[in-house]
């Protein structure tokens, strides 16, 4: 029976996920799983494959935080559950490079050890008797004609039960052109290196078919191999046709996962390989209670929905959309105040939560964007402008068609959370336009908007809301003021020689705001330079790779256990990896070291890639990186020193609160324009690192993920002690 009006009985130990990111562990995500219709349609497919052995791939869709990857760990660990050590199941984060690095990973993770020893079996019959070389080389060429026509993938395989040609082999089984020994025994260098990428892991997990074993693979986050260089092309489609194909011949069961626009970048060659599409759902909130339950009787032995009530998770369900990364955070957030006030959840405290947890920015901080944006684009507009009568609040923007009473407003407004709040809007744009017929209005939501309501507001805007994203809001809002004056012109019939007087008009102010810009660009990057000089003058460990636990020249010794230390060392060195801007720095100021970058010394490089503004922001975002990373080290060497003897429950909200502030920072910093700096993360011809190019594209790929969900390692490992 649930105790549906108390507060938590059970203390103050919050039972929910602070960072609400799946975790890949051999016996699932470690969370709670609400069984949706995805899950059970996803569930049943693999139970077919698992009962059939019938080759299938599925594809699974979904936006951000809808639980893709929660579902796909608890497909492999099904498979492990059911097939016990008669299977294999791996989960695959798909790099955002090659099908090259997509298959070193793959088989980083199967190992070497585990395909020796399958085809050691592999070679040995039901009497015991071991197949001789040649007679396994001939074999193994027989039987993956299936996948490959390859005659070298039988002779690789062979070699690598040989422990004086093994490592040859496994080298070029990674996509590495053959050594003397391969070649001797007639293995010839690859023509299309990502096309036998592919085969290779279709013949592996072939090789498990034909041990009457089945094969699991989950390729997670497909979309990022697909548009690693701008929209596929044929050669990228040809490869994953490829790869399903031979995945399907294999006798594999083939998850790929990504999000909703995935399907339109496919071919229709492609699209037909694909069996099923499991579509996730948005969360009810039965699903809710449930998903609560599960949660507090796995943690606190009790399946309680106390603190929340009936009413207040189907609230939240509405509120954060169905979608349960949104509503585990939310979850976390309310049982934390519900226990500090020692009351149940209220409608009160959920609207207060959602606020806080969605309403990352504030008006002021919007209404500053909506100047850039407008100043930008060269619009005249005018701030808190009154239109109707004096009873009428002013509109936030006012954007005037010249010499006309017409012209566009922008309304700004909080996370619209209560049909009353919808119908106030509504209102609003009536007496708008009964003021000023001719106006358009748009609508920026600073927070959240449900979709439900989004639908209801539609219908009375002149355009769709916009709901503030830092990444996309100048461009949607920019869009859709050029779209409505263009549009107020041509209703209001506006001569010719009008609209091109305003466009100069225009353009002349956008040249007047982009010099100023510039000017503003010079003034901040001579303080950088300041700023730069100051830190070479300081210690020399500023520019440096995070220290181990111990460090020799300081003599400071980290608190930190070390695997966490190592953690924070792999974040810092993974960071210098993908952006080589640490490394170009230093070259800059060491004149007696020789750069090998077109020649010229790293100083002139840096000065020729700083030019690029788009780069300056990069350089940008890798620094309050690297900040925030040393600021969430030092956070948690004191939270450690202090608190590891005997951790209270108060102490370990603290820690949630400290891995929490560095996800939740990091999640809305602009990674994606790391990109722009593999210009510096490169290396020159004859570079230092003599890495080749595949290698350094599977740095590459790998180096960001060290960021996401940093704050959640940290705190399993130091709970883990």
């Given at each position: 029976?649930?105790a549906l ?16 990111v799946a975790?890949?562990?051999?016996d699932g ?16 497919q693999l ?9 299938a ?13 929660h ?6 660990a099904?498979?492990r559950?059911v097939?016990g050590?008669?299977?294999r199941?791996i989960?695959?984060?798909a790099?955002?490079d090659t099908?090259?690095?997509l298959?070193?990973?793959f088989l ?6 585990v ?6 079996r592999?070679?040995?019959?039901p009497?015991?008797?071991t ?23 039988g002779?690789a ?5 040989d422990?004086?040609t093994?490592a040859?082999?496994w080298?070029w089984?990674?996509?590495h ?6 070649v001797?025994?007639?293995v010839t260098?690859?023509?299309d290196?990502e096309a036998?990428?592919?085969?290779a892991m ?6 498990h078919?034909r041990r ?8 997670d ?8 260089g701008?929209?596929?092309g044929q050669?990228?489609?040809a490869?994953l046709q ?8 294999a006798?594999?069961f083939?998850v790929?996962?990504?999000l909703p ?9 492609v ?10 759902s948005?969360l009810s909130?039965?699903?809710v ?7 507090q009787l796995?943690a606190?032995?009790?399946?309680r929905?106390?603190p929340?009530?009936v009413e207040?998770?189907e ?10 990364r949104r509503v ?12 500090q006030?020692?009351?149940?959840v209220t409608h009160?405290m959920?609207r207060e939560?959602?606020?806080v947890?969605?309403?990352l920015a ?5 209404a ?5 944006v407008l100043?930008q684009d ?20 006012w ?7 017409a012209g566009?407003?922008?309304?700004l407004?909080e996370s619209?959370?209560?049909s ?5 809007l509504n209102?609003?744009?009536v007496a708008i336009r ?6 358009e209005?748009v609508l920026?939501v ?17 355009v769709?809301?916009?709901?503030h994203d830092?990444?996309?809001?100048a461009e949607?809002?920019?869009g ?10 041509q209703?209001i019939g506006?001569d010719?020689?009008t609209?091109v007087?305003?466009r100069?008009?225009r ?5 007047s ?5 510039i000017?503003q660009?010079?003034?901040?990057l ?13 210690p020399?460990?500023r520019l440096?790779v995070?220290?181990?636990r111990?460090?020799a020249a300081?003599g400071?010794t ?8 190592r953690?924070?060392v792999?974040?810092?060195t ?19 070291r020789?750069a ?20 300056q922001r ?9 900040r925030l990373?040393e600021?969430f080290r ?9 608190h ?12 949630d609160l400290?891995?929490?502030?560095y996800?939740?920072?990091a999640e ?6 790391l990109?722009?700096?593999?210009g ?7 570079g230092?690192?003599g ?8 740095t590459?790929?790998q180096?960001r993920?060290v960021?996401d ?13």
């Open positions: 029976m649930d009006g108390g507060p938590p009985a059970v203390g103050p130990v919050n039972p929910f996920s602070p960072t609400a975790r890949v562990t051999e995500t470690g969370g709670s799983t609400v069984i949706t219709a995805a899950i059970r349609d996803a569930t049943a139970d077919d494959y698992l009962r059939t052995g019938d080759g791939v599925v594809a699974v869709v979904g936006d951000y935080g809808t639980g893709k990857t579902l796909a760990v608890e497909l492999l099904h498979t559950r097939t050590a008669a299977g199941a989960y695959l984060d790099p955002g099908f090259l690095s298959h070193r990973r980083t993770l199967l190992s070497r050890d395909v020796r020893d399958l085809l050691t592999y070679r040995t019959d009497a015991g008797r197949t001789s070389t040649d007679l396994l080389v001939l074999r193994l060429r027989e039987e993956l004609a299936e996948v490959t026509t390859d005659p070298a993938f002779t395989l062979a070699m690598l039960l422990p004086a093994e040859a082999a080298d089984l990674s996509g052109p053959p050594g003397p020994a391969l001797a025994a007639g260098p690859s023509a290196v036998t990428a592919v085969e279709g013949v592996l997990a072939l090789l078919g009457h074993e089945r094969f699991a693979l989950v390729l986050e497909l979309d990022k191999i697909l548009t690693a701008g929209r596929p050669e990228t489609m490869r490829r790869l399903l194909g031979v995945f399907t011949s006798g594999a083939l790929i996962a990504g626009d995935m399907l339109h970048l496919l071919s229709t060659d699209r037909q390989r694909i069996g099923p599409i499991v579509r996730m948005a909130g039965a699903d209670r449930t998903f609560i339950r599960q949660t796995r606190l032995g009790e399946a929905l106390a929340f009530t207040t998770t609230y939240l369900a509405n509120l954060a959309d169905g979608v349960p585990i955070r939310l979850c976390y957030h309310l049982f934390q105040r519900a226990a006030a020692n009351t149940p009160v959920v939560v959602v606020r947890q969605f309403d504030n008006r002021q901080d919007v500053a964007d909506v100047r850039r100043t060269g619009w005249s507009y005018q701030r808190d402008h009154l239109v109707g009568s004096m009873r009428d609040l002013p509109v936030d923007f954007i005037p068609l010249e010499e006309r009473n566009c407003c922008v309304l407004t619209v959370l209560k009353e709040e919808v119908d106030d209102r609003r744009v009964a003021a000023v017929p001719d106006s209005v920026v600073v927070g959240h908007l449900p979709a439900e309501f989004a639908a209801d507001l539609a219908g009375t805007f002149s769709e809301p916009i709901v830092p990444q996309s809001f949607d809002l920019s859709s003021v050029k779209a409505l004056m263009r549009r107020l012109e209703a506006a010719a020689l609209s007087r305003q100069v008009e353009i002349h102010r956008q040249q705001n982009t010099q100023r810009s000017e660009l010079s003034y901040q001579d303080e950088i330079r300041g700023e730069l000089r100051q830190d070479l003058a300081g020399a460990g440096s995070v220290p181990e111990h460090d300081t400071v980290s608190p930190l256990p070390g695997r966490v230390a953690v924070f792999e974040a810092i993974a960071l210098d990896q993908l952006t080589g801007f640490e490394r170009r720095l230093r070259d800059a100021f060491a004149p007696h020789v090998t970058v077109a020649g010229a010394d790293g100083g002139q490089a840096l000065r020729s890639l700083l030019r690029s503004r788009d780069v990069a350089v940008g975002t890798s620094v309050v990186l690297r990373i600021a030092e956070g948690a060497e004191q939270w450690y020193d202090g590891r003897a005997n951790p209270q429950p108060t102490d370990l909200e603290r820690l400290l891995c929490e502030t996800d939740g920072i809305y910093l602009p990674l994606f324009q990109d722009t700096l593999s510096l993360a490169a290396p020159g011809a004859g230092e690192d890495a080749d190019p595949a290698d350094r594209s599977r590459w790929s180096a993920s960021f969900g940093l704050g959640g390692r940290v705190r399993q490992l130091l709970l883990a002690g």
